[in-house]
């Protein structure tokens, strides 16, 4: 088997990995426009988003968005949501109601966040899937989501980034 200088190497090693990672992460990060806005979260499959049609409430309801990124609404049918946040969803609604309804002032706001989730796993209260609710969301806040470390915990936080760079409706 393996010495215990052995393994310590290896641990060392992998905790070296995951420090570079994170700093790439981090300098990825700084580099994104620093909006401190909610409003940078990109819609996709299964969020359900409120609609509402200033004095029109035939045309106001809650629709979720399907596997294909679009959503239908009525009078002008198929809307493409996915990858769009909630100002331009509602800039996009807007422009294709105007031929239909006298100076739209539409708003669009996400009911439930359900397309991007981030798996916590390992010491916390309530291991699991949790919504990414705006592109901006801290580590600190996901974990403290799922009920902070428990007794056992470490003080270690390993990342498994995705290798998706961006939102692809067909997956």
Do not use: M, W
């Not at 905790?15 to 981090?26: A, F, I, M, W």
């Not at 499959?45 to 509402?52: I, K, N, S, T």
């Not at 509602?90 to 294709?96: D, H």
């Amino acid at each position: 088997g393996k010495s215990k200088f052995e393994g310590e190497n290896a641990f060392h090693s992998n905790e070296k990995t995951q420090r570079l990672r994170l700093d790439e992460l981090l300098k990825a990060r700084e580099s994104l426009p620093s909006e401190d806005t909610y409003d940078t979260y990109g819609v996709g499959p299964c969020d359900l988003l409120r609609v509402q049609v200033f004095e029109s409430p035939e045309l106001t309801g809650v629709v979720r968005v399907r596997p294909d990124g679009n959503i239908a609404l009525p009078l002008i049918g198929e809307v493409t949501v996915a990858g769009k946040t909630e100002g331009e969803i509602a800039g996009l609604i807007t422009s294709k109601y105007d031929s239909y309804v006298k100076s739209p002032q539409v708003s669009v706001s996400i009911e439930e966040y359900c397309a991007h989730k981030i798996g916590v796993l390992g010491e916390v209260r309530k291991p699991g899937p949790y919504p990414l609710k705006r592109q901006n969301h801290t580590i600190l806040e996901i974990i403290s989501e799922a009920g902070g470390r428990t007794e056992r915990g470490g003080n270690s936080v390993v990342l498994i980034p995705s290798n998706k760079t961006q939102l692809d409706p067909s997956t």
